[in-house]
């Protein structure tokens, strides 16, 4: 049996209510193991097929076919987490156009149904069924979101003036259309939301004509644009606020360790949490990252071979630990 955390009951006691902070909480949790490892800061800088969740504009960086697959056991021992959560998606370049579609699920089984204690008369009964822990059996509850995202990159020069060099800027824009499907104790919900992202990318090399000075990027994602509403088969419709995301990024090489090095600050405006996080690559195969994800530590580690790069990312938290690990395949080289 399985022992819900304080964060998860509150995810399920919202499920039924017509408004709360916590609605469609699942959609908050960091998708992807890179994201995780530097603190979920990558809003700014995101550009593989966890961009669904990030910032939609991101996917206008995919280039080439790309699977990608993540498993992240939510809290408790690896063994036997309190949750699972896990995504697949694909991403394809269309000439000008990046299209995505993604699954992600979060699932909890062997959740106790505590027996209703209005049809037990006298005080003694119900405070006896209490202290022995009486339980009417177990119920699962299990979230579903399925991304559709379109994304195209812009490039663009700045001109600010007959005497001032142009800038030139990099502009990816991006929207997602979602489904949500929820299923809790044999009740039943569905919905569907968009939401858009933009990207602005500044090549320091260009603009100021020197070598190796780095990109800076900002970014922003506006979800659920139009205030989605869930619709439970109780006749209890469930609304998930609009809420923003945006954030900023260095990115540089590093001569001296033969890499780059990222640095990436974000913040959102539903929680009002603040992301940090860092990443070092050593010649585009391994990846070491830091991060702290709304004060928590997260760490994470990123091997790069061929065609598949494969993901780890650790976060520390007071509810329990989070271990994931995310594989992304690029299938063009896999069968050149």
């Keep these: 049996m399985r022992t819900i955390s304080f964060w998860f009951a509150l995810s399920i006691s919202s499920a039924l209510a017509q408004t709360s902070k916590y609605a469609g909480s699942f959609l908050e949790i960091p998708v992807g193991a890179r994201g995780l490892g530097m603190g979920d800061a990558i809003v700014s800088i995101?550009?593989?097929?966890?961009?669904?969740?990030?910032n939609p504009a991101g996917a206008a960086y995919v280039r080439s076919d790309l699977l990608s697959m993540m498993y992240s056991s939510q809290y408790g021992a690896l063994a036997k987490p309190l949750s699972d959560f896990f995504f697949v998606g694909y991403a394809r370049r269309l000439q000008e156009l990046s299209v995505a579609i993604s699954w992600v699920r979060l699932s909890v089984e062997d959740i106790p149904r505590s027996p209703d204690l209005t049809v037990y008369d006298s005080p003694a009964q119900r405070e006896l069924l209490v202290k022995t822990g009486g339980s009417s059996g177990y119920f699962t509850s299990a979230d579903d979101a399925f991304y559709f995202t379109a994304s195209r990159a812009y490039n663009l020069d700045l001109?600010?003036?007959?005497?001032?060099?142009?800038?030139?800027?990099?502009?990816p824009v991006g929207v997602n259309f979602k489904?949500?499907?929820?299923?809790?104790?044999?009740?039943?919900?569905?919905?569907a939301g968009i939401d858009v992202g933009v990207m602005i990318a500044l090549e320091f090399e260009s603009f100021l004509d020197r070598e190796k000075m780095g990109r800076l990027s900002f970014g922003m994602s506006l979800r659920d644009v139009t205030t989605t509403r869930i619709g439970w088969d109780t006749q209890t419709i469930e609304s998930i606020p609009g809420s923003a995301a945006w954030g900023v990024s260095y990115d540089a090489p590093a001569r001296f360790l033969k890499g780059n090095v990222t640095v990436a600050f974000s913040r959102e405006s539903r929680y009002g949490d603040v992301m940090l996080g860092a990443e070092y690559r050593y010649k585009s195969i391994l990846a070491l990252r830091l991060g702290s994800y709304a004060?928590?530590?997260?760490?994470?580690?990123?091997?790069?071979?061929?065609?598949?790069?494969?993901?780890?990312?650790?976060?520390?938290?007071?509810l329990g630990n989070v271990n994931r690990i995310g594989v992304a395949l690029y299938l063009d080289r896999m069968f050149q």
């Design 295 to 318: 004060s928590d530590f997260t760490a994470g580690v990123g091997l790069d071979v061929d065609f598949m790069r494969v993901d780890y990312a650790f976060l520390m938290q007071d």
């Design 179 to 191: 489904i949500i499907h929820r299923s809790l104790g044999g009740r039943n919900a569905s919905g």
């Design 46 to 54: 995101v550009d593989d097929g966890t961009a669904f969740h990030y």
């Design 159 to 171: 001109d600010l003036g007959w005497s001032l060099a142009k800038i030139p800027l990099t502009l």
